[in-house]
């Protein structure tokens, strides 16, 4: 797999209409991202952080080009890999980080984990473990801001992302979503962060028809198209109009989102199934170092020493996460444990555990 | 515990989170009974006294379920049916006969047959706030919803810490009896009860299967409700007040003081029978029904083995692993001292469901089979 080519002339570029802050902005969402996952990679080493651990680092522009596309109030959800989409949307690195060290900071109080970061004051509806099973979720997502919004009259129209990987779109789940996006009319688009590979396989060795993803969202009957993943500008503007679309005629859409993972699946991954040539060519032309370069040399608004001090506070954000995440208490086995099991719990629902209300999560 | 969410830094993204705002407060135990992640939340009022089951207002299994749906969507327009053929056709089996009428096609929503994709669809939309009921057409066809159903609907308050809850109602008909082989006659409760953050209903009459629907709908977690096909036609008393039958109380139908008959759904009837039969004999039989599942009043099964030293469960699912195994476990638990015999279950045999109408009655528990099991713990010792 090579990283793809496709590039908008600099005069269509909606991108270009936004200020330098926004930019800059961005520039700093992929930088803590890739920040943060580098620490996160330590703390995994250290086995400060167990289970199955998905990192993002190569992704960025993914997230950060989409979710700043649209609303803080429209719906995002997404798979196992989603440290990155949590900081995007606005989670802190402290209650994503303690979130992995199963302590009680973390932003699912560590009852969820690496593959399940939720943030409610965010809209982010999770982080999810099964391959594919977040892609009906989004489409009821839609459904329901929908329902609010036309039978309910109370919302305003809103649009859904939903995020998968390559190897998701394998999964029927998958395409019953997109069925039912098509038929009901749900304004859900559908993001496959396309990494070229579910796990140590090859797009083309678990997928048919690999060099055409959209055909299947077009097959739907949903406009599909093809951005390249690699630059956060040229997401934003192949994106935001589709968004805006979306949202406006309340429809689905399908994004084959062309990207990389710079680390291996998970933490416990060899990486025989990739060269390290092909690693060092997608490197070669990394989202964050020529937003970076489009920034300084182009835009021409940020300096060096800008830079650097942005990467150190960067720096310094995601240690003091760290070190919040080791010093904050662990889950109470007599409050967490049985608690956030039923909304309503009662008598003998269990022969063996008396559910009640444990800790109010903070981010309620 | 209480204590202080440590002061972060983390501006370095562009969003700051409005939980920031929040993190010096306290975390606090949560003191409300309903849990914060479903939001405000009103239950029906179950101090009111049930209404008499006496009657003359004579409605079928279905028209019960149908009344229940309908009073909850014209109370709450953000409950809806959806499911295959609910809508034009009226009902696979004619349960939401005329609510395309009435409520029209944005709240009577006729889906693909795609169980996976829009039990999970839903699954969202109670997430965003909706109050779904998903009919599945049989509770066999959910298996292909296993995933969201068992993985996503039950565990969605915990995985996310409390800040999600999942209000939804799955319904359907379980359990054989129509000759549909092994494939249709699914029985999902010993399998599915198994879940935690679940809760199941099993009516076995008109006047509960409205009184636990609505009970289902107005409740904040996922409820899955299991209905017989076998018995949409069956007639009884629903009387034409409103009223919300309590989660976790069992029905005693029949009394007697020679053994405990322990049952939910259609099985109960099985078990009024045989408790004709026996009572002929001179054996009388207490019979329990059981209402819900999850929660499960083993209470009142040890008040009436506190009467009779004797049990018979009986399960129209396979044995191994069902629920008549877990409220045999809980006898022994609870009820032990009480024993003067065994606990005894009759479920389906162990085997698929058959097609044949007379394996498929021998399949099945019956009157017969439990009047033998009845006949042989009153007899023993
Ligand atoms: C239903 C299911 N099957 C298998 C797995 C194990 N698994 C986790 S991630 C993964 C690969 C998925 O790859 P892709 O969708 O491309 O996402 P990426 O990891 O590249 O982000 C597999 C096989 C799973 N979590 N769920
Ligand atoms: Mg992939």
Redesign the interface.
Known sequence: MTPATTKTTKNDRRSDDLSNETLIGWLRDMQLIREFESRTMQAYQQAKIGGFCHIYSGQEACAVGTINSVEKSDPVVTAYRDHGHALARGMSAEACMAEMFGKITGCAKGKGGSMHMFDRPNNLYGGHGIVGAQTPLGAGLAFGARYEWEVLGTGTKKVCLCYLGDGAIDQGAFHEALNLAALYSLPVIYIIENNGYSMGTAIHRHTANADNLIARGKSYGIESIEIDGFDVRNVYDAFKPLADDCRDMQRPGFVDLKTYRYQGHSMSDPQKYRTKDEVADWKSRDPIASLLHHLMNERECISEDAWSTMEDEIKTVVREAVEAAEAAPIPDVDTELASDVYALPMDNLSPSEDYKHGLKNPLM | ?V?V??K?????????????M??E?P????????????GE?D?PDFSKPLPSRDGDRMLQFREALREAMTEEMQRD??V?LIGEEVAQYNGAYKISQGMLDEFGE??I?D??I?E???????????????RPIVEFMSWSFSLVAA??IL??APK??????????C?IVFRGNDGAGGQLGSTHSWCVEGMFSNV??L?MAIPSNPYDAKGLLKTAIR???PVFFLESERMLGDKGHVPEEEYYIP??QANLMREGDACTLVSWGRPVHFCMDAAERLAAEGIECDVLDMRTI??????SVVESLKKTSRVVVVDQSWPFGSVAS?VM??IC?HGFDWLDHQPVRVNTRDVPTPYAKELEAAYLPNADRIVEAVRKVVTAG
């Open positions: 515990m204590f969410w440590t972060g830094e983390a501006k370095a993204g562009r969003g700051v989170s409005d939980a920031e929040t993190r407060s975390m606090t135990m949560i003191d409300s009974a309903i849990h914060p992640a479903v939340w239950l327009e953000r809806f944005k709240r929503i889906s693909p795609s996976n994709g829009f039990a999970g669809a839903m699954i969202g939309a109670a997430m965003y706030g909706l995933d969201p993985n996503n969605m308050l915990y995985m996310s810490g409390g800040q999600w809850g209000p935690p953050g809760k409740d904040p977690d989660f976790g999850r929660p499960l009043d083993i209470e877990e476990a809980q638990e």
